[in-house]
């Protein structure tokens, strides 16, 4: 029956793999299966929500964001990322999956081509979608990382060219360089780039390189989720041309009308305040990749270490992912995230050391086994 009415370009798209493995997971699993954060919110974040909340800031905002948390994200990203803009250019959304689905709705018409990675994050082939636009997925080098080549073939009269580094699933992490030649070809071509940062903090030995840096026509996504732990307070921001601001605030402003306001003055305690609570968990999730790579490197399974996010992307092979499965390991498969690579695992490193030593025992059961 709802078959019947669901309008065509929605009914295909499937419900994320992540989400179904989260909600069947049971009691005994050992889940390194969602991505994000075990912290909790840094204490100095929660109290300035409490305090907003106390101090009635519990209203209607204005639509684009609270004044003060667009100029401190300006800030931040002048000072971070070497990008200029100002606070009229940024627009503060319910995370970082609204700021991917106003870019998308405010710049894709039907037909248009979306280039994004596979394995990629499952919501760009869905947003492109259900914007009208048409998914195009380019896959990955033998390193998991963009191959230029590639991309650029792709980027011929395409829309929009969506890049994340630190990746998720894979936990790879872009060169400047290859940032660089990306977004200077798509501005040649006339190739918006969305550039997904919400890993930005989490990389170990590498740096970061915003896209932005190279081009006029960028749009910068990125979220408070994963750099402060705060998923669930839904709080993200884009930052991009200023003739996409009204566009953007357009589709924001009748989807969402405003980011929630208590979120937003915890965010701008965040952005505002010290971030030795960001070098805190960035170091934990390093020794906790060393450890998960160690552990796997001993039990007969090497793969490329992980530079950056809090992801390793496993080739464990059709019969040992099911095994692993079968283990009580949940891992997300990769074909939840594109064509490319089915048989390989995301396996999500922001769980206790304890954890992550469970899992590694698991699967070398699991390889015991197969043998
Ligand atoms: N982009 C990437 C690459 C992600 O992995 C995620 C969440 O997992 C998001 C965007 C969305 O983040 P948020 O929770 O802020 O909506």
Redesign the pocket.
Known sequence: MTGRFTAERVRDIEISG?RKLFESAGPGCTNLGL??PDFDTPQHIKEAAIRAIREGKTMYTPNAGIPELRAAIAEKLQRENHISVRPGQVLV????????HLAMEALVDPGDRVIFSDP????YGALATIAGGVPVAVPLDDTLHMDIEKTRAAMEGARILVI?SP???TGMVETGETIRDLVEYAMDAGVTVLS?E??EHFIYGKEHVSAARFGDDVVT??????TYA??GW???YLAGPEEYMEPFLKVHQYCQACATSISQYAALAGYTGDQQCVAEMREEYRARRDLFHAGMREIGLDFPLPEG?FYAFVPFGEALLTRVLAHGVVVVPGSSFGRSRPHWGRVCYAVSRDILQQAVARIAEAMGEER
């Not at 959304?93 to 991917?100: D, V």
């Not at 990629?120 to 919501?123: A, K, L």
């Not at 996504?221 to 994963?226: D, L, Q, T």
């Open positions: 992540i991505g994000q959304t319910a995370g970082g999956s609204e700021a991917l990629g994050f499952v919501s994340n990746s998720n699933p997904d919400v890993y996504v990125n979220a408070a989720s994963k705060m998923t839904r709080l993200g996010a």
